[in-house]
């Protein structure tokens, strides 16, 4: 309720000073132009009292306008810290409460040899998610940092693909074939980390936002000479047409912080999106074709030849040679 009062002020202060302002211009206008029309002599004199006055209104007007713009948007920010700070609390918290609890069982009450397997798996589960949560968080803060020349290779997206695939069904437990990957051999200048963080966190999404029986479609092809599309269709509910460009916005998530059910951060998509654009790609949001779901297009810059596969298996932590399904 807070934050909504606290939206609703500078809106509605900003609409009633622009009105005023506008309302007070038309009054002066009329006011000059008579005392004109009424005293010829004064005429010049009221001409420029009106256009200096004028000037300076149309000023205030674009100050109104500009500190509007800039109230939301802090406003939105804050909301949107307070999500981050939400998600944070939340996401440290679930997975430390639930490593105390079975720490607690394991110290003090006997189980047997396959419960104590059964909560040995539920434990790296969350040593998993904390371990995501720190690597975010990493990964965020290191998005300011200059990439040295040096740091640049051609890779093979194909390769990459492969093994964030691979990576990401390990992570969640779903089949082999629940991701499907059809990806011809796409060479492109960048770092391999860069590229392992944009369609990890991709096929991650697609993985974790589908429906109870994920399926997952990952494509890449060339496009012309010069670049190649790499399409990530998943089979869950869909993003709002109204929010597919919130959707990339730092600390960003739809609904209520401590109403979702699947974890995360905000920062994935904000992420990926800076590093498309660092790598001069675009990304694009769209329906997926022939059902429900939403399909992630990423278009980047490729290189006619090269066989830069070096740094992939230091990036993933999976070897390249992964078989496609």
């Not at 980047?300 to 990036?315: D, E, F, K």
Request: proline share 4%; hydrophobic share 45%; aromatic share 6%.
């Amino acid at each position: 309720m807070f934050e909504r009062r606290s939206l609703k002020l500078p809106i509605t202060l900003g609409v009633l000073m622009i009105v005023s302002v506008i309302a007070l211009t038309i009054g002066w206008v009329l006011l000059s132009t008579f005392g004109a029309v009424a005293n010829i002599r004064w005429a010049p004199l009221y001409w420029t009292l009106l256009t200096v006055g004028t000037m300076f209104l149309v000023f205030v007007l674009v100050g109104v306008v500009l500190y509007l713009r800039l109230s939301v948007e802090t406003i939105n920010l804050s909301r949107r810290q307070s999500n981050f700070i939400d998600s944070v609390t939340h996401e440290l918290k679930s997975p430390l409460a639930s490593l105390k609890l079975y720490l607690q069982t394991l110290e003090r009450c006997r189980v047997s040899p396959q419960e104590q397997g059964s909560f040995v798996r539920f434990m790296l589960d969350d040593v998993e998610r904390l371990d995501t949560l720190i690597n975010h968080l990493l990964d965020a803060a290191r998005l300011d940092h200059r990439i040295m020349d040096s740091e640049v290779e051609q890779i093979d997206v194909s390769e990459i693909l492969a093994a964030c695939v691979k990576s990401v069904c390990l992570r969640y437990r779903v089949p082999a074939n629940a991701v499907r990957l059809d990806a011809e051999p796409l060479i492109v200048r960048a770092r391999a980390v860069d590229l392992d963080l944009v369609f990890r966190n991709l096929i991650d999404n697609a993985v974790k936002y589908a429906s109870d029986q994920p399926c997952v479609e990952v494509t890449a092809q060339r496009s012309g000479e010069d670049l190649g599309v790499v399409r990530i269709s998943d089979n869950g509910k869909g993003i709002p047409q109204d929010l597919r460009r919130k959707i990339f916005g730092r600390f960003y998530r739809v609904g209520m912080e401590l109403e979702r059910e699947t974890p995360g951060l905000g920062l994935g998509l904000y992420i990926v999106r800076t590093l498309v654009r660092r790598l001069h790609g675009t990304i694009r949001v769209r329906d997926r074709e022939g059902g429900s779901g939403t399909t992630f297009e990423v278009t980047l810059p490729v290189v006619s030849s090269g066989t830069g596969t070096r740094g992939v298996a230091q990036a993933t932590g999976v070897p390249p040679e992964v078989e496609t399904l």
